[in-house]
C-alpha cells in the first residue's frame, strides 16, 4: 500500500505528464478565413470546418462602421433579428472567447443577415482530462 506522500507525488507526476502529452491551446477561429464577415458567403461551410473548443476565440474581421455582429438565439438566427441578442459587436476586429459549452448563433444586426452574414450555429465541445481512484491505486 502506497503512503499519503507517495500518492501525492505520483499523481502530480501523472497531471504533469498529461500536460505534457496533451497541451491545451486556445484557437482563434477567423470567421470566414481571408475573406472575413462580409455579404454572400456560406459561413455555415465555413464553420463545418472547424472543431470549436471551449476556451477557444471566435473573430470576426470586417469593415468598422459597416457591419457589425450579435449574438442571437436560433428564432432571432432563422429571422435575422437582434431582439433578445445575448452579445453585440462593432469594433471591426471582433474577439468572442467561446466560454460555453453551447450552440451558438451569429447575424449582421444591420440587414445583412438576409444577403447570408449570419453564422449558422454551432455545437462547441468540452474537452476534460479526469484521473480516477479506484479502491487501491490511482488508475
Keep these: 500500500m502506497m503512503s499519503s506522500s507517495t500518492h501525492l507525488i505520483f499523481s502530480l507526476l501523472l497531471i504533469s505528464a498529461a500536460t505534457t502529452l496533451c497541451p491545451i491551446h486556445a484557437t482563434d477561429h477567423i470567421v470566414g478565413a481571408n475573406r472575413g464577415w462580409n455579404p454572400n458567403i456560406n459561413y455555415t461551410l465555413w464553420a463545418n470546418n472547424h472543431t470549436f473548443y471551449v476556451g477557444d476565440l471566435i473573430s470576426f474581421r470586417y ?9 442571437v438565439n436560433q ?3 432563422d429571422n435575422c433579428t437582434t431582439e433578445g441578442a445575448v452579445g453585440n459587436w462593432s469594433s471591426g476586429k ?3 472567447p467561446l466560454n460555453d459549452a453551447k450552440r451558438y448563433y451569429f447575424i449582421c444586426g444591420n440587414g445583412q ?3 447570408g452574414m449570419k ?10 482530462f479526469a484521473i480516477s481512484w479506484l479502491g487501491s491505486g490511482w488508475m
Design 113 to 115: 443577415c438576409y444577403s
Design 119 to 128: 453564422q449558422k450555429g454551432f455545437g462547441v465541445l468540452i474537452v476534460s
Design 63 to 71: 469593415q468598422k462602421n459597416q457591419y457589425n455582429v450579435f449574438e
Design 75 to 77: 428564432t432571432g438566427y
Design 94 to 96: 471582433d474577439f468572442i
